[in-house]
């Protein structure tokens, strides 16, 4: 056991570093698919510009064009 794993397969220590790109908000982890959690995951901005972003193989993609909005 190394780094600590949080949510996602992604490291604590990544996670309290990274911020939202748009508006520089915290990043909430969220599973897309519970029942395989490796499968993916989403970073909700809970800052003011609310933008989802993806998570691919482990790796958070925080771009602005690869997000989308959250709600509807
Ligand atoms: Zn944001």
Redesign the pocket.
């Known amino acids: 056991m190394g780094a600590h794993q949080g949510p996602l397969g992604l490291d604590d220590t990544l996670l309290a570093i990274i911020v ?1 790109p ?4 915290d990043l909430l982890p969220v599973e897309t698919n519970p029942q395989d959690p490796a499968e993916g995951g989403e970073l909700a ?1 809970q ?5 989802i972003y993806p998570v691919r193989d482990g790796i958070p993609v925080l771009l602005v064009d690869e997000a989308r909005a959250s709600g509807s």
């Open positions: 939202c748009q508006c520089h908000g901005c800052g003011d510009c609310g933008l």
